[in-house]
């Protein structure tokens, strides 16, 4: 029956139909702009016009091998994020004394730009993938690694206290305890670093200037004449990857961890 669900999904319908109103309304201004002329058509092209020509890149073989190195030089950053951000949450999330040791230096790197960066890691990495990758899992570490430590002290005490006076051991309580219930929050987390992950893979080829991807297309695109169009559609397609990756995301959550409150209620 799951009567508790309906009102949630009906709810998710509810929202899913607002972004579909806002979507249709930004794209009946951008449309009416353009072709009234308020603004010129080389900044501001008319939305079919850029919807078109995002469509026909779909058929672009070389567009699409830029796009597939963006996606891989994306994967490559995000895997390594998580790799290298869960075992050092679990760390520090276990240890208090090593998280108070290292919490300056953490919090000193954090709110360092990426971007900034890029000079820096070029000099040292070279122009190509690997300054990309470098970068995109220096931005994508630090949401799975607090959303780590945030989960471990989230975790049910009694649970581990359980656990302890049947005799298991820290590593037991770690993978039996510790581990599942902190699972969901590092999945919110690998679900923000994808965004980010995206978002420094494009920036990064706009801004480097080198290697192949959908961010040099859209850099291109804007040294061109008349290339706004093109500068447009490469912006759709980098919305719709994103739209894409967090559907995906969300979906894998759901049906993983049907065990959290939230979905419990939702009936997923």
């Given at each position: 029956m799951n009567r508790p669900g309906r009102p949630t999904r009906l709810r998710r319908r509810q929202?899913?139909?607002?972004?579909?109103?806002?979507?249709?309304?930004?794209?009946?201004?951008?449309?009416?702009?353009?072709?009234?002329?308020?603004?010129?058509?080389?900044?501001?092209?008319?939305?079919?016009?850029?919807?078109?020509?995002?469509?026909?890149?779909?058929?672009?073989?070389?567009?699409?091998?830029g796009v597939g190195a963006t996606l891989w030089a994306w994967a490559l950053g995000l895997?390594?994020?998580?790799?290298?951000?869960?075992?050092?949450?679990?760390?520090?999330?276990?240890?208090?004394v090593v998280d108070s040791a290292v919490r300056v230096i953490v919090e000193f790197l954090r709110p360092l730009p990426s971007v900034a960066l890029i000079p820096l890691v070029s000099l040292l990495l070279g122009t190509g993938t690997e300054t990309e990758v470098a970068l995109i899992t220096y931005a994508s570490v630090w949401p799975v690694l607090f959303n780590t430590i945030y989960g471990l002290g989230e975790t049910d005490p009694l649970a581990k206290d359980t656990l302890r006076a049947f005799g298991f051991g820290r590593p037991s309580v770690l993978l039996?305890?510790?581990?599942?219930?902190?699972?969901?929050?590092?999945?919110?987390?690998?679900?923000?670093?994808?965004?980010?992950?995206?978002?420094?893979?494009?920036?990064?080829?706009?801004?480097?200037?080198?290697?192949?991807?959908?961010?040099?297309?859209?850099?291109?695109?804007?040294?061109?004449?008349?290339?706004?169009?093109?500068?447009?559609?490469?912006?759709?397609?980098?919305?719709?990857?994103?739209?894409v990756i967090n559907g995906v995301l969300v979906w894998c959550e759901r049906r993983l961890f049907p065990w959290t409150p939230e979905r419990r209620g939702s009936g997923a």
């Open positions: 929202e899913y139909g607002l972004g579909l109103l806002g979507v249709v309304l930004a794209f009946g201004v951008c449309e009416i702009v353009g072709r009234a002329g308020l603004v010129r058509r080389s900044y501001l092209p008319p939305a079919s016009e850029v919807l078109a020509r995002a469509a026909e890149l779909a058929g672009d073989r070389s567009f699409l091998d895997g390594l994020a998580v790799v290298i951000a869960v075992p050092v949450g679990l760390l520090l999330g276990s240890l208090p039996r305890v510790e581990l599942p219930a902190t699972a969901p929050f590092i999945a919110a987390g690998i679900r923000i670093s994808a965004a980010i992950a995206l978002i420094l893979a494009v920036a990064t080829e706009l801004l480097s200037g080198f290697g192949e991807g959908l961010g040099i297309f859209m850099a291109q695109a804007s040294l061109a004449t008349d290339g706004t169009r093109d500068v447009l559609a490469g912006v759709v397609w980098a919305g719709a990857l994103g739209l």
